[in-house]
């Protein structure tokens, strides 16, 4: 439902708060925008072009809460001082993804998960893009979904949606939605409670009819779980590992199956990302590509010639024969999992950062099985040292990418990996993941 253009505040003056001014500045709002940090160069000037009031560092309340709508950066929880006053005036908040959906008629693929959906949405607009389809990328990647609606003119949208998005969306419905799995991940947001994460990843189906279609891991019990609770309306599309599916996907260590629209096939070897996550993602595009009757052999060539994101599983160097893999992006255990169970060589890990709850004895098994050294890449490694400790033959503490990687190069021999993936956020000793991958590339190629 569109509120009337009256006021509107806007909180964060990040990617997706400007473009929700923009947007809102377009549609007639008088807009004000607030954030309680430093504004970037870049994006301050694109307010003052703009013409909307704004402030950094506070939130003047009185100026705030005359908004008939706010719009809040999903790094916002709803525990802070702000949203508390603004909650308690009743005022209707909304995400940028929702508000941006009110003057869209395009369709769209969304796509959640704890871990793969960067590399998913990435893939399926790979895909959509060359079979000459009209497609936009947004939501948790690229330009801002308000912003392209403003100023662009698709007929498709992919949006990645992380579950901070997902609790401020109400009305919106997904024409395709994609859950890859549902692991434990920022529960200091959702009190702790898996339950209460796992149900804010499920809002990606809210308001979905018999005319959508949902497609999910159906080898994950957690998304299992739901669906035999939530009962979707939209037709489903599963995809397993484990189990031939009739309508969805599946694969063996040997080939991809898709049954939509006709039958899709091709080999395992034929994809151009490795690993068994990467299969997963490779099936959750290709059947959205399929649902939308995208021609088999474009699917089949996308799925061979895909480039992934930077700093996931990305390839840096190979220095006297020892292998560098940038993992920067992997913040949580899931994530870090992944990375471990698709490396072939013995490997100097490089751990640590902000953790988020995380348990390590996930990982202890691959550990075991992977790993030589570990070298620990944070403030307080306590939690990793006492994790691994008489389960790989050394463990260093550092306090840079360079010091990591010189390390890493003295601890790893020839035909020997050298992974960076940090199982943590970065906020410690990096402003986010992109610095710390690009300070650890840096490193590798100054050896």
Not at 264 to 276: D, S, Y
Not at 402 to 412: D, K, N, S, T
Not at 421 to 426: D, E, H, I, L
Request: contains cysteine; hydrophobic residues 40%; proline residues 2%.
């Amino acid at each position: 439902m569109k509120a009337e253009k009256r006021h509107i505040t806007i909180l964060g003056a990040g990617e997706s708060g400007v473009g929700a001014a923009i947007l809102a500045k377009a549609q007639g709002w008088n807009v004000f925008v607030s954030d309680f940090g430093s504004v970037k160069e870049s994006f301050a000037k694109e307010l003052n072009d703009l013409g909307v009031a704004w402030e950094q560092k506070a939130h003047s309340l009185d100026e705030i809460l005359k908004a008939d709508l706010v719009i809040k950066s999903p790094g916002i929880p709803n525990t802070a001082p702000v949203m508390m006053a603004i909650l308690s005036k009743g005022i209707k908040v909304i995400s940028e993804i929702e508000f941006a959906a009110y003057y869209s008629s395009a369709k769209t693929i969304c796509i959640t998960g704890s871990n793969g959906k960067t590399t998913t949405a990435l893939m399926a607009h790979h895909i959509l893009r060359k079979s000459g389809m009209n497609v936009g990328l947004a939501g948790n990647i690229g330009e801002s979904f308000a912003k392209q609606v403003a100023e662009k003119e698709f007929d498709w949208y992919v949006l990645e949606l992380s579950s901070f998005q997902l609790d401020d969306m109400h009305e919106f419905k997904a024409d395709i939605a994609v859950i890859l799995n549902i692991t434990p991940d920022h529960l200091d947001r959702y009190e702790n409670k898996m339950e209460k994460y796992i149900a804010s990843k499920l809002r990606i189906i809210q308001n979905q009819t018999n005319q959508d279609w949902f497609i999910y891991n159906a080898d994950d019990q957690n998304i299992l779980n739901e669906i035999y609770k939530q009962k979707p309306a939209a037709q489903l599309a599963p995809f397993s590992l484990v189990k031939e599916i009739e309508q969805g996907g599946f694969a063996t260590n040997k080939q991809l199956t898709i049954n939509i629209n006709n039958q899709f096939t091709m080999g395992i070897h034929e994809l151009a990302l490795k690993g068994k996550h990467n299969t997963q993602n490779s099936l959750a595009s290709g059947i959205a590509s399929r649902i939308l009757e995208i021609r088999n052999d474009v699917v089949r060539e996308s799925l061979a010639d895909f480039t992934n994101v930077e700093h996931r599983l990305e390839f840096v160097a190979k220095v006297n024969g020892i292998e560098f893999i940038n993992d920067s992006k992997a913040t949580n255990i899931n994530s870090t999992w992944f990375a471990l169970e698709s490396m072939n060589n013995p490997t100097v890990w490089i751990v640590g950062g902000v953790d988020k709850g995380n348990d390590y004895s996930e990982l202890t098994e691959l550990v075991d099985e992977k790993v030589k050294a570990i070298i620990c890449l944070g403030k307080d490694n306590e939690k990793i040292k006492e994790s691994f400790a008489g389960k790989v033959d050394e463990i260093i503490e550092v306090v840079s990418a360079m010091e990591a990687v010189a390390w890493g190069y003295r601890l790893a021999s020839t035909d020997e990996t050298v992974l960076l993936s940090p199982a943590c956020a970065s906020f410690d000793l990096f402003e986010n993941y992109e610095e710390r991958g690009n300070e650890f590339k840096k490193a590798v190629r100054a050896l």
